[in-house]
């Protein structure tokens, strides 16, 4: 199998789920659709508390010591928070979201005034929220990594089945907009398998489990969006992604 196999598999099942979830969202009731919603928020949760879990991996707390990955996670998310908002990474997210809505989405007469809006916040909700559960995550770096490595794309068809089964409750409640969160999969994806090609193995133990901590935290943020409980910019702390293994070099440098 070629490198890059892993990514073409995920886009795959991101789209055939998509399928899926629109073809049945339709005769679902609203309600059921919320609770759909909602419990893909709680596993994302616990996704995410898994991930984050690695703030106490051992390799990191001799890179580091034992008190500082915590201090760096914190680091990490708040400068990758600055500069995310600085750059207005979430409001460039949503606003090309709105742009591919308006390149893909069928427009009809009934799309006028409140209606068109509804469909539109839809549309970009759905892109949005699909392509951070998609993109921020454990797998997502390991498995491009390993998969441009050569070491094989094992961990990237796992993250595959369950892309293909969160887009279908996704496109159950959210429509379209989730098929086109496989652009922002070609892109990360593609740029870390990239980056495993030509770098090689670039994320020593200690700055992997840096990165999947910050990344684990965000994720919480995004179960926060599913839930209803409050809208995290989590585009705006994905620099902190970058922030983490950096901050865990330093230190360790220093001691």
Do not use: Y
């Not at 916040?121 to 490595?149: I, M």
């Amino acid at each position: 199998m070629f490198r890059g196999i892993g990514t073409v598999v995920n886009m795959a099942t991101v789209l055939l789920g998509t399928g899926i979830g629109v073809a049945v969202g339709h005769r679902l009731r609203q309600r059921t659709r919320d609770v759909v919603t909602d419990a893909l928020g709680l596993v994302t949760l616990l996704i995410a508390a898994t991930s984050a879990l690695s703030v106490d991996d051992p390799d990191w707390s001799a890179a580091v010591g034992g008190s500082a990955p915590v201090l760096i996670v914190l680091g990490s998310l708040v400068l990758g928070g600055i500069s995310g908002s600085l750059l207005g990474i979430e409001d460039r997210l949503e606003g090309f979201g709105a742009w591919l809505q308006g390149r893909l989405a069928r427009r009809s007469a009934g799309d006028a005034g409140d209606a068109g809006r509804v469909s539109r916040d839809r549309f970009v909700e759905g892109f949005v929220t699909a392509s951070l559960v998609f993109c921020v995550g454990p797998l997502t770096v390991l498995g491009s990594l390993s998969d441009g490595l050569g070491n094989g794309a094992d961990q990237l068809f796992l993250k595959s089945a369950l892309d293909g089964f969160a887009a279908i409750a996704f496109a159950a409640s959210l429509g379209w907009g989730v098929a086109a969160s496989v652009v922002a999969l070609l892109t990360v994806q593609g740029s870390l398998t990239a980056l495993g090609a030509v770098l090689g193995d670039v994320l020593p133990a200690a700055e992997l489990a840096a990165l999947t901590a910050t990344g684990g935290l965000m994720l919480v943020g995004v179960a926060l969006r599913l839930l209803r409980v409050r809208m995290v910019p989590v585009g705006d702390l994905l620099p902190g992604l970058v922030v983490a293994p950096v901050l865990t070099a330093i230190v360790a440098a220093l001691r």
